[in-house]
């Protein structure tokens, strides 16, 4: 049973959530991950200017994904940067070449779930991952969230991300952040509350 965790990362933060949800994938018996990319759409002198190209290196070795690679998969989980309030441009114009899966009915009953990043405590984390819904539902999808089954939503301690909609972070205004031991735990408890799902639901009635 495979998931298949498919995330664009600019500055490695979606990357080190998207590492954490295959982690926690890999507790469930029988749960395979499957770590993919979305292509880059930004040219590299963009992205040197952005002060990205080191970072990325880190990531580069993770394959970009097919849209054979949805199909054939269990359960999907996606992972974008918060693009004022909404998905990224790199996933955004991945998923409008996903029409031929539309048509085929190739994504409906696949558990899907949601995870995401921004600059800022409030800067549209839940907005982004509300709208990405909008888009597995037309795909038929079943959408998965973090429940506060995940402990970590519950504690005011400190300044975390996650929601009931999905695990997220904060990068910084400088991208200078990394993601808490909160938010790197509810992206593996979303690991395995998708796989346990997707499990589930690959049962025979």
Not at 40 to 60: R, W
Not at 107 to 127: C, D, P, R
Request: charged share 15%.
């Amino acid at each position: 049973m495979t998931v298949l965790i498919l995330f664009y990362s600019l500055y490695g933060h979606i990357y080190r959530l998207a590492e954490k949800v295959a982690d926690g994938v890999q507790e469930v018996p029988g749960a395979i991950p499957l770590l993919r990319r979305v292509p880059e759409t930004l040219s590299s002198s963009v992205l040197e200017k952005l002060g990205a190209c080191e970072i990325q290196k880190h990531f580069a070795h993770i394959p970009e994904s097919s849209y054979e690679e949805l199909a054939s998969a269990d359960a999907i989980v996606f992972g974008t940067p918060t693009r004022f309030g909404n998905m990224c441009g790199q996933m955004s114009q991945f998923l409008d070449g996903t029409g031929s899966l539309w048509a085929q009915g190739a994504l409906v009953g696949k558990a899907g779930a949601v995870f995401t990043s921004s600059t800022t405590q409030h800067g549209g984390q839940e907005s982004t991952i509300l709208s990405f819904h909008t888009t597995l539902l037309h795909h038929g999808m079943i959408v998965v969230g973090l429940p506060y089954t995940f402990h970590g939503q519950k504690d005011l301690s400190e300044i975390s991300g996650g929601s009931p909609y999905g695990p997220s972070t904060i990068a910084g205004l400088h991208n200078e952040r990394v993601p808490s031991k909160a938010d790197l735990d509810g992206a593996m408890f979303l690991g395995s509350h998708i796989a346990t799902i997707a499990m589930k639901l690959s049962k025979p009635l």
